[in-house]
Nanobody
Framework: VQLQASGGGLVQAGGSLRLSCAASGRTLGGYAMGWFRQAPGKEREFVAGINWSGASILYAESVKGRFAISRDNAKNTMYLQMNILKPEDTAVYYC???????????????????WGQGTLVTVSS
């Protein structure tokens, strides 16, 4: 399974970006997925997660109300719409998926087995 994250870039504070995570080697349908991020000098942290159907979604408190996670199983792609971006959102963003299907969405990185290469989001003040 390969996950390819894209859509990062440089944006001013208050702006928006949409990240995409495309999967190859396996269909995403049936699997929970998540977005994590890692800022320079900090540990990787959970951003958002979505179960296989999209009916169950979790967000980190720091992004709730500004970010929206979604998925299109027909396109084998997951998205993260990021609005009202802040300088503290600057990080490398990673998408992730577990090996086992049907699991509940998790905030814990050990729950995910496959990781994309990351896409850099830089928010200037």
């Amino acid at each position: 399974v390969q996950l390819q994250a894209s859509g990062g870039g440089l944006v001013q504070a208050g702006g928006s970006l949409r990240l995409s995570c495309a999967a190859s080697g396996r269909t995403l349908g049936g699997y929970a997925m998540g977005w994590f991020r890692q800022a320079p000098g900090k540990e990787r942290e959970f951003v958002a997660g979505i179960n296989w159907s999209g009916a169950s979604i979790l967000y980190a408190e720091s992004v709730k109300g500004r970010f929206a996670i979604s998925r299109d199983n027909a396109k084998n792609t997951m998205y993260l719409q990021m609005n009202i971006l802040k300088p503290e959102d600057t990080a490398v963003y990673y998408c992730a998926a577990p090996k086992i299907s049907g699991t509940v969405v998790s905030r814990r990185s050990p729950s995910y087995d496959y990781w994309g290469q990351g896409t850099l989001v830089t928010v200037s003040s």
